[in-house]
């Protein structure tokens, strides 16, 4: 149980594009899904907190113009990068909990996003 | 201002014997506490959690200990198989953030035959 799946799991684009990345709680329902990005070598880095039905809560230092998220369903979040940099290339992981006191967030297996 | 430390960034052992994984955080709010287990390229696996209620929690082979006076935690794993070898990262979150998670730097565990 617990099965969060993360899609794309690779993307390669150009400088300018928007990126879409899907983020799915396959047997839980989840009204919260985080995003992080890790760096190379460094500890998951928490962007934003996304709530089903409500605004994201981005942290400190976190464009949300640039990071755009959408939580429309208990089993769906997405994360758009919008007019990406190569700067913004990085490794995006999501993650879900499920309701109740005290639950361990499942992640996905992560996005690799390299920007040309 | 990092809240949750790792102060090994990499650790050795044979395989049979007991790896020990230690963490140390300085945020007294934090009452829930998680390990977790990364291979390159993927997501964090969930281990194993405890509440700051208890001072230890036992999952077959994987046993976390908690010391809330020294705020420190720590990941027993025994006994230590090969394929243990990954990134494991410490977490911690505080009651009433909406389960927002603070990450450890992670320590590298490497099981030897």
Redesign the interface.
């Known amino acids: 149980g617990?099965v969060?799946s993360?899609h794309p799991s690779w993307v390669i684009c150009k400088s300018g594009t928007s990126v879409k990345i899907e983020c799915r709680s396959l047997d839980f329902q989840a009204t919260?899904m985080?995003w992080y990005r890790q760096f190379p070598k460094?500890?998951?880095?928490?962007m934003a907190?996304s709530n089903e039905g409500s605004k994201a809560?981005y942290e400190q230092g976190v464009e949300k113009d640039k990071f755009l998220i959408n939580h429309a369903s208990l089993t769906l979040s997405t994360l758009t990068v919008t007019s990406a940099h190569p700067e913004d290339s990085s490794?995006y992981?999501?993650?879900a909990?499920d309701m109740g006191h005290?639950?361990?967030?499942?992640?996905?297996?992560?996005t690799?996003l390299s920007i040309l | 201002d990092q809240q949750v430390k790792q102060n090994s960034p990499s650790l050795s052992v044979q395989e049979g014997r007991i790896s020990i994984l230690n963490c140390d955080y300085t945020n007294s709010m934090f009452d829930?506490f998680?390990w977790?287990k990364k291979y390159p390229?993927?997501?964090?696996?969930?281990l194993i959690?405890i509440?700051s209620i208890k001072d230890k929690n036992e999952d077959g082979r994987f046993t976390v200990f908690l010391n809330k006076s020294a705020k420190h935690l720590s990941l027993h794993i025994v006994p230590s198989q090969p394929g243990d070898s990954a990134v494991y990262?410490c977490a911690a979150s505080a009651y009433g953030t909406?389960?927002?998670?603070?990450?450890?730097?992670?320590t590298r565990l490497q099981v030897t035959l």
């Not at chain 1, 460094?42 to 928490?46: E, P, V």
């Not at chain 2, 390229?41 to 969930?46: D, I, K, R, S």
């Not at chain 2, 909406?98 to 992670?106: M, N, V």
């Open positions: 617990a969060v993360q919260t985080f460094q500890s998951l880095m928490l907190t809560t490794f992981i999501c993650s909990r005290n639950q361990p967030q499942h992640f996905g297996d992560g690799r | 829930y998680l977790y390229a993927e997501g964090p696996t969930f959690s509440s990262f909406a389960s927002k998670l603070t990450f450890g730097t992670g």
